[in-house]
């Protein structure tokens, strides 16, 4: 098959991007434990969420859909029951991980199972916790999916230092946390995606160790109405586009920019990108705005650090082709083309746009990076 690409008209105009996907799995989340009905607007329907959705409803959590808005009846931190199945994750790893930290505080036995690829990823970084906490986990011998919990109610509170930076192993842990006897202090030393304590409004305190994010055991989740910002991620292939091409210029409403998610917009306006955030108002902890990008002339360095991010170099017959994924878990990649050089600097090694320029540097560089969200 032969597939032909020309140059592109100017990209003019205004649009929304669907709701991002970490907002939506902890919102329904949180949700389900609350106590009373929760309205989220904007969340988004694609077959990961519907997982988590279809998980809570094994549960006995009711979900329904009033026009725009998705209705959750929470029924509070006790409410949930033995599911009569297992249940099905499908290809979500946030599901899989998060709701792990909910079953190990339930009173009852449930298996946690998925889709041939998710049942390849390890499942040992959340089951050590979780067990210290007091539940009984049993993965297969190679610590992946299908997952067994033994929940216990109450489970114990802990102190624990995650080895790697990880938002899906951080949130089973504050979840689990909520049905501790006690406060449960989870520690980072490299911040993750903050999507979960935000939500839930808790304790943060920044030390030598690094962030410490305090959950007490038995709290009140109010319902409320969650409105769901636009997936950053997502918008982030169209911002790259307007960049490229002369005469652009669009704009992002209703953008989700909370800061574990923008870093790709702080590398792009390093080096000249124009985008403009504008309105930025905040809801259930989330801020969100307008994000405008016209066409640009890009000049300079890019640090990157590579524990948060991934650099990958092609080249294209008329230029460069440089495109930056920031690795913040389910990932945000942008292509972003060249007039200049860009000198792109990671883990102390420097390497550029163009090959004349840089010689030696590869065409493709993978940045060792462990975050998972």
């Known amino acids: 098959m032969n597939i032909t690409i020309g140059r592109s008209r100017p990209l003019v105009g205004e649009f929304q991007v669907p709701g991002d996907k970490s907002v939506s799995h902890r ?13 989220i607007l904007g969340l988004l329907e694609a077959d990961d969420t519907e997982s988590t ?15 725009l808005a ?31 930290g909910i079953l190990a505080g339930q009173p009852f036995r449930s298996t946690l199972t998925g889709d041939d690829s998710l049942r390849k990823r390890p499942m040992n970084r959340v089951i050590e916790p979780l067990s210290r906490m007091g539940a009984k986990l049993e993965a297969s011998t190679s610590g992946t999916p299908p997952v067994t919990i033994h929940g216990k109610k109450p489970l114990q509170p802990i102190e624990y230092q995650l080895p790697v930076p990880s938002a899906q192993v ?11 006897d006690g406060t449960t202090r989870v520690i980072e030393p490299v911040l993750s995606r903050d999507h ?17 994010i305090r959950v007490g055991g038995g709290m009140t989740i109010p319902p409320r109405q969650y409105r769901v910002p636009g997936d950053i991620s997502s918008a982030m292939f169209l911002i790259c586009a307007a960049l490229l091409v002369p005469k652009s210029e669009i704009f992002i409403r209703n953008a989700g920019l ?3 998610r923008t870093r790709a917009l702080d590398l792009l306006g390093s080096v000249g990108a124009k985008i403009r955030i504008e309105g930025v108002e905040e809801i259930s ?3 969100y705005g307008t994000v405008s990008a016209a066409f640009s002339h890009l000049k300079g360095e890019v640090r990157i650090d590579p524990i948060r991010a991934v650099v990958d170099e092609a080249r294209e017959p008329h230029g460069s082709m440089l495109p930056v994924g920031v690795a913040d ?9 060249l007039d200049n050089d860009v000198v792109i600097v990671y883990g102390g090694v420097k390497g550029c746009a163009h090959r004349d320029v840089c010689p030696g540097s590869r065409d493709r560089a993978d940045l060792a990076g462990s975050t998972s969200t």
């Open 285 to 287: 902890g989330e801020p």
């Open 53 to 67: 959705a279809h998980c809570l409803q094994q549960l006995g959590v009711k979900i329904n859909r009033k026009g």
């Open 170 to 180: 951080k949130s089973a842990i504050i979840l689990a946390g909520l049905f501790a």
């Open 27 to 39: 919102a329904l989340m949180l949700s389900a434990l609350a106590d009373g009905t929760s309205e």
């Open 70 to 100: 998705t209705l959750v009846e929470g029924r509070g931190l006790s409410s949930l029951i033995q599911p009569k199945d297992d249940l099905d994750a499908g290809n979500s790893g946030t599901t899989m991980r998060l709701l792990s």
């Open 196 to 212: 979960t304590e935000r939500m839930l409004g808790l304790d943060i305190e920044t030390g030598k160790r690094g962030r410490s």
């Open 258 to 260: 909370n800061p574990t």
């Open 329 to 337: 878990g389910e990932g945000s990649v942008g292509a972003v083309g």
